[in-house]
């Protein structure tokens, strides 16, 4: 019987469970996530071996070209790992150096050391290979984008383990598919780029997107990604594969060292589509920026503060969109930002500049508490390189904040499907409704120093309820006459106290 989706994403989460008070939750990624995707090699490796074994004998089936998929050394695969009872520790060290060795392009992929983590004894890691061999994870048993669906789901479920620190690498998958659909209509040959892809989620999402609502090929696409911190960038690179993607994740600090450029030629590589949930109001290298070498932050001789790099990233994630004169076509960008980016005075210089320039297609003003590391209200802003005609000259603004828009859960809030779909259709529709949306001249915007606070276009205050004054006065007239009861009852017990 095949297994569902839900029996999988249980199954992998369980293994969660067999390490518990082993190591420390936020660890439970770096130890769990590689032994998976080991798994799903070593499974759909074996598959392909014995078809390889089949057509051309035992001497050939090892040929690096028969293969789409990195090739599992002899003794190494996962039923050799299950035959290991003593240094299980040392067995999975052993195997995950000699798959890299083998496969060159792993590397920096498998960044656990087993045998540090002291309480993951042998039964322990002994019942975690167990475990995981209950279910075959080649293509043929479980389709890759139901693993994959899977294995993000299982991200998922670190992240929230992690709490507030786990917000740091996943975005809620909710905000993902708004910030796909805002760049959508896509095509084969684009290329996606995340400079802070953390595990991935944004690129994945878009892939997705194309397969499933446009009836693409994801592997038509590409798919680049930079994440500083290489624990995080390996899982991004293991999500990439394990979703079937041919993608490229770098490490190194976006602002500090982008690894997607032409540093000789000054330039960096230039994007279809950027995605991207930036830290908030983070430290950025100013003092090491101030001659950038690829001009990113020219929009004013002023730059951000070192201690908040927000409009750091946005300067370079525009820099990283083609332009129509140059590449021919333009590029869109849905980055997710906090709100004060729209409004902080000081900031007022870098607006002037992206708006002048009607590169701001869009603003999404979004509910507070939507995400596990920062409960601040935040919003999506839509990058347009090259708006369309009738959208030239204007910005559309979007207050999706309401309670119509999101429900409560246990611990933050989540947008519904039926408030993502009224975001994007007034986006597509180019719509002002009431109190919801409203498409906004850059005159207007000018009058109002290019300040982008949603509430100076967008009629955010809760409507006053009709009042019936027939219904209201009758009220009245009740509540007098209940007065006027009570004061007659009272003043008969005064009376009779021999109170005046």
Known sequence: MPVSLDDLESHLFKCADIIRDAVDPTDYKEYILPLVYYKSISDE?????????????????????????????????????RAVSDNVDQALNEAFDALTEENPELTGIFRADYIEADALDDDRLGRLVEHLDTYDLDRGSIPPDMLGEAYMDLVRHFAEEEGKSGGQFFTPPHIVNLCVRLVDDFEDGMEFHDPTVGSGGMLIEAARYYREEQDGDPSKLTFTGQEINPDIAAIAKMNLSIHGLDGEIEREDSLLEPQFADEDEGKLERFDRVLANFPFSADWAKSELQDDPFDRFDWHEKLPRADRGDYAFIMHMAKQLKRPDEDGTGGKAAIVIPHGVLFRKHEQRYRKPMLENDMVEAIVGLPENLFQNNSIPSAVLVLNTDKPEERKGEVQFIHAADEDFYEELSNQNELTEDGLNHIVTNFRDWATEERVSRTVSLDEIRENDYNLNIALYVDTTEPEEDIDVEEELGKLRELQAERDEIESEMNQHMEALNYE
Do not use: C, S, T
Request: overall charge negative.
């Open 45 to 81: 490796f074996e598959v392909q071996y014995e078809q390889n074994v089949e057509e051309y004998g035992e001497e050939f089936a090892r040929r690096e070209n028969l293969y789409d998929i990195p090739v599992v050394p002899e003794g190494y695969l996962w039923d050799d790992l």
